[in-house]
């Protein structure tokens, strides 16, 4: 069984600039969550993936944007860069468009200067 | 309300003792309450899970007490290590999203 795997592991980039992730999901997962980890505190829901479709969106700005493709792998794209957006990117799979138990990924460490 | 109070914020504990970390909530919704054990530079890992029907789960070296009527929610480790230290968060589950506790920074001294 393949565990959740994401890409790059470190990213720089500048303020303005655009940023792709992404997120390979557990053998025989279909639904995607993205998660941001600001230093020193506890995940925040980005938003998940169920069926190639938005299924749920947390407390994040339109510059914060997804796909999920047919394999269940899944992309997660920011915008016009700030240096608050400094964190950590978590992606946990899941099994169902409910799944409460959810698996992540070692994660994408973005820095923006 | 999706918040998640979660305590201490850092914990030592001696080799052998009994580490305690304490969650509590306010979205009755809530209908899964996992926690996660992270080490530096690594994603979460998944450690135990509990529903709200159960009132306890044990597994291994880990528990966790489950008081619905409270709202709240702890996890104990049994005889912690060293290897034990880690940040730990606690998370509910409501809808298809986690809300996660702020982390608790256990540290355990040989």
């Known amino acids: 069984e393949t565990g959740v795997t994401q890409s790059p592991t470190h990213l720089i980039k500048t303020r303005g600039q655009q940023v792709t992730l992404r997120c390979s999901s557990q053998?025989?997962?279909?639904?995607v969550s993205w998660y941001q980890q600001a230093l020193g505190q506890g995940p925040q829901f980005i938003f998940q993936?169920?069926?190639?479709?938005?299924?749920g969106r947390g407390n994040f700005p339109p510059r914060f944007s997804g796909l999920q493709f047919p394999n269940y792998s899944s992309e997660l794209n920011v915008n016009a860069l700030e240096l608050d957006d400094s964190a950590l990117y978590l992606c946990?799979?899941?099994?169902?468009?409910?799944?409460?138990?959810?698996?992540f990924g070692p994660g994408t460490r973005l820095t923006v200067l | 309300q999706q918040q998640v109070k979660q305590s201490p914020q850092s914990l030592i504990v001696q080799k052998g003792g009994i580490s305690i970390i304490n969650c509590a909530y306010e979205?009755?919704?809530?209908?899964?309450f996992p926690w996660y054990q992270q080490f530096p530079g690594k994603g979460p890992a998944l450690l135990i899970a509990?529903?709200?029907?159960?009132s306890e789960k044990k597994e291994g070296r880990f528990t966790i007490s489950f008081n619905k009527s409270a709202k709240q929610f702890s996890l104990h480790i049994m005889d912690s290590q060293p290897g034990d230290s880690a940040t730990y968060f606690c998370a509910a589950h409501a809808g298809n999203m986690l809300t996660f506790g702020g982390g608790t920074r256990l540290m355990v001294k040989p």
């Open positions: 993936y169920y069926r190639e479709e938005e299924n």
């Open positions: 509990i529903r709200p029907d159960v």
């Open positions: 979205n009755t919704a809530f209908d899964y």
């Open positions: 946990a799979s899941s099994l169902g468009g409910r799944g409460s138990e959810q698996f």
């Open positions: 053998s025989g997962h279909n639904t």
